[in-house]
């Protein structure tokens, strides 16, 4: 017999501005600049600019990667 998921526990399948600067741990300004950047791409669904767990998760394995090619060549 399947279990009834808590609505707690279900993750979001998208992210607005908010929620993306939030995992991203930087303000929205920021946000908007990585989207102007080309860095990080919206979907707009009805109106809201929205972004997947793997598009944010691209943007953190980036700027990882960055900041790991900084510490070798330091």
Do not use: H, W
């Amino acid at each position: 017999m399947r279990q009834k998921q808590n609505l707690d526990d279900i993750q979001p399948l998208t992210y607005t501005i908010d929620g993306a600067a939030k995992m991203l741990n930087v303000g929205r300004t920021s946000v908007y600049q990585l989207i102007k950047e080309g860095k990080l791409r919206p979907r707009i669904i009805a109106g809201k600019r929205l972004f997947t767990k793997e598009d944010i998760q691209r943007v953190i394995d980036e700027v990882a990667e960055c900041a790991s090619q900084r510490i070798e060549v330091a």
